[in-house]
Each structure stands twice: as C-alpha cells, then as structure tokens.
C-alpha cells in the first residue's frame, strides 16, 4: 500500500502561482510513474501532467504553464503552477503507479489539494 499525501492548494488570484506538493509513503524510485490530475466541478478527473522514474515528463494542455518535477531524497513530486486561470480551478489529485507484471499494475490516489483560482 502507497500513501499519498498533497499540499501546497489554496486560493490565488488569476496570474498568480502555486506550488503543489505529493509526499509518498514509499520511495518514489520505485514507482514507475507519478502524475497529478485535477477535478472541477461537475467534470471528470482529467490527466495535467506525469513524471516517470526515468524523469521523462508528459504535459496535457498546459501551454507551458505547469512544471512536474521530482525529488527523489525526499520522495516527493511538485507541480508548479504559473500563470493560474480561473479555469484552473479544481480538486487536484496526486497519482501513483506501480508495474507489477506484464499485465498487472497497482494505482493509487491522495486525498486532493483543493486549488482555486479567483480575484
């Protein structure tokens, strides 16, 4: 079992920036890929970015606006978020998981760092 847990959410107003922050329970050398999602209202839990223990990194629909990035001494993954949008508001989750055989993989979730963005 992996626990997660984020901070790092708040209130920000359009522009602004805010770091998020998942802290694993395991190293995260060994989790094969990290990522963060977010949920607003009403709408699906969406991909925002991911991070593999190789440090190859995936972005959806950022604009160049969210960093992902990885500590492993501290078995931790941030997301750093500029250039915030009232669009941007949402519950963001962190993600991890595990490959455990050619067909078997383990996934877990945080608890979600509620994010809002508003003046």
């Known amino acids: 079992q992996v626990q997660l847990v984020e901070s790092g959410g708040g209130l920000v107003q359009p522009g602004g920036s805010l770091r998020l922050s998942c802290a694993a329970s395991?190293?995260?050398?060994?989790?094969?890929?990290m990522g963060w999602y977010r949920q607003a209202p009403g709408k699906q839990r969406d991909l925002v970015a991911t991070?593999?223990?190789?440090?190859?990194v995936n972005y959806v629909d950022s604009k160049g606006r969210f960093t992902i990035s990885r500590d492993n001494a501290k078995n931790t993954v941030h997301l750093q978020m500029n250039s915030l949008k009232p669009e941007d508001t949402a519950v963001y989750y962190c993600n991890a998981r595990i490959i455990r055989s050619s067909s078997t993989r383990s996934e877990y979730w945080g608890q979600g760092t509620q994010v809002t963005v508003s003046s």
């Open positions: 395991i190293s995260i050398v060994t989790i094969d890929t």
């Open positions: 991070i593999t223990n190789g440090g190859s």
